[in-house]
């Protein structure tokens, strides 16, 4: 005679189906990607492809200290530097999508590919953008006692037309955002100067200050302390519109190169295959962090100005200066072995 059932059939049945329904969830959930449990979980790693101090450097702390606070996660800044920024940026670019690395991208980066023929990526394909951080203004300017005359744009091109061939200035390097920037002015003003690159802008603007060479294209970083101390006289920057520490100093595009907009930027990268949930997190957190009115003092200190631009914005800006400065380095002729 079988034994009676301690439970009703139909209970049975029912405890048995929801049984497997929450062992076949907990598998969906154990199969599910650690970013969607509990992004982020771990240390954050920010690659910075420069050496420490300089302005990306400096703009990568500021900007990863307030973010490990919003993200209650560390965020470690690592420089590996080289090549303009390539060696970082080709081991980014094959680096896992697991939204913990990211690397911070400046302009010498975003065009190394047009410059050095092994670069190894391309800027345009082989990132996902995140957020633009900082605008680096880049500004012309003259030694007052090598060029005491040459007080605004239209007097330098004055100035060099009649000395074809005598004039030279200088700039952080060859390929350097200050090369290419007056490499499109001269061509636009259709007037001579020839370049003399250093190895970083320190000796670039020691050359310049001692006389060596009678004018640069400079880092606004670099010259500003030159600036306010008369040493350097600052006749254009390159940006669109005037900027803040220099607000007397007229731009390019109003000294008759309408349109003319040059500016070094900053901005943060992350591997291919990083999901898309988390580059929306981070961008939203820089966007908070650049809105801050101490944040955008620190960066002013180091020369930078705050300017965050969502990952839509940025990689449209990465593709068209891309292409703006890329056509630039052909028709020079630019190039790294």
Same mark, same amino acid.
């Given at each position: 005679?079988?034994?009676?059932?301690?439970?009703?059939?139909?209970?049975? $049945?029912?405890?048995?189906?929801?049984?497997?329904?929450?062992? =076949?969830?907990?598998?969906?959930?154990?199969?599910?990607?650690?970013?969607?449990?509990?992004?982020?979980?771990?240390?954050?790693?920010?690659?910075?492809?420069?050496?420490?101090?300089?302005?990306?450097?400096?703009?990568?702390?500021?900007?990863?200290?307030?973010?490990?606070?919003?993200?209650?996660?560390?965020?470690?800044?690592?420089?590996?530097?080289?090549?303009?920024?390539?060696?970082?940026?080709?081991? &980014?670019?094959?680096?896992?999508?697991?939204?913990?690395?990211?690397?911070?991208?400046?302009?010498?980066?975003?065009?190394?590919?047009?410059?050095?023929?092994?670069?190894?990526? +391309?800027?345009?394909?082989?990132?996902?953008?995140?957020?633009?951080?900082?605008?680096?203004? &880049?500004?012309? /300017? /003259?030694?007052?006692?090598?060029?005491?005359?040459?007080?605004?744009?239209?007097?330098?091109?004055?100035?060099?037309?009649?000395?074809?061939?005598?004039?030279?200035?200088?700039? =952080?390097?060859?390929?350097?955002?200050?090369?290419? =920037?007056?490499?499109?002015?001269?061509?636009?003003?259709?007037?001579?100067?020839?370049?003399?690159?250093?190895?970083?802008?320190?000796?670039?603007?020691?050359?310049?200050?001692?006389?060596?060479?009678?004018?640069?294209?400079?880092?606004?970083?670099?010259?500003?302390?030159?600036?306010?101390?008369?040493?350097?006289?600052?006749?254009?920057?390159? =940006? $669109?519109?005037?900027?803040?520490?220099?607000?007397?100093?007229?731009? &390019?595009?109003?000294?008759?190169?309408?349109?003319?907009?040059? /500016?070094?930027?900053?901005?943060?990268?992350?591997?291919?295959?990083?999901?898309?949930?988390?580059?929306?997190?981070?961008?939203?957190?820089?966007?908070?962090?650049?809105?801050?009115?101490?944040?955008?003092?620190?960066?002013?200190?180091?020369?930078?100005?705050?300017?965050?631009?969502?990952?839509?914005?940025?990689?449209? $800006?990465?593709?068209? +200066?891309?292409?703006?400065?890329?056509?630039?380095?052909?028709?020079?002729?630019?190039?790294?072995?």
């Amino acid at each position: 005679m079988n034994k009676p059932s301690l439970f009703p059939a139909a209970f049975s $049945r029912r405890a048995v189906l929801a049984t497997a329904a929450a062992v =076949s969830a907990l598998g969906l959930l154990g199969a599910a990607p650690a970013h969607a449990q509990a992004w982020p979980n771990k240390v954050i790693k920010l690659v910075v492809p420069f050496p420490a101090g300089g302005p990306t450097d400096t703009a990568s702390r500021i900007v990863g200290q307030k973010l490990a606070e919003r993200l209650k996660q560390p965020v470690v800044v690592e420089n590996r530097a080289g090549a303009s920024g390539s060696i970082a940026a080709q081991q &980014i670019a094959k680096t896992p999508g697991d939204g913990y690395t990211l690397m911070m991208l400046a302009t010498p980066t975003l065009l190394a590919p047009h410059l050095y023929k092994k670069a190894g990526y +391309d800027t345009t394909k082989d990132f996902v953008s995140v957020a633009t951080v900082y605008d680096l203004p &880049i500004v012309v /300017v /003259v030694n007052p006692a090598q060029m005491p005359t040459v007080t605004d744009l239209q007097k330098l091109i004055t100035h060099a037309k009649a000395r074809p061939g005598q004039l030279n200035y200088t700039s =952080s390097g060859v390929g350097s955002f200050g090369h290419l =920037s007056m490499e499109l002015l001269k061509q636009l003003g259709q007037f001579e100067m020839e370049h003399v690159p250093y190895k970083g802008g320190v000796p670039a603007i020691t050359d310049t200050l001692g006389g060596q060479v009678p004018m640069m294209y400079a880092d606004l970083v670099a010259a500003l302390p030159h600036i306010q101390t008369g040493k350097l006289r600052a006749i254009a920057v390159g =940006s $669109r519109q005037r900027v803040g520490v220099i607000p007397n100093v007229p731009t &390019i595009a109003e000294q008759g190169f309408k349109g003319f907009d040059a /500016v070094s930027w900053g901005g943060l990268m992350a591997p291919p295959g990083t999901p898309k949930d988390v580059v929306d997190r981070i961008s939203t957190e820089v966007k908070a962090i650049l809105a801050d009115k101490e944040v955008q003092d620190k960066l002013l200190n180091a020369g930078a100005i705050a300017n965050y631009q969502g990952p839509d914005q940025m990689a449209q $800006r990465v593709r068209g +200066d891309y292409a703006k400065w890329g056509q630039v380095i052909r028709d020079k002729g630019i190039v790294f072995e």
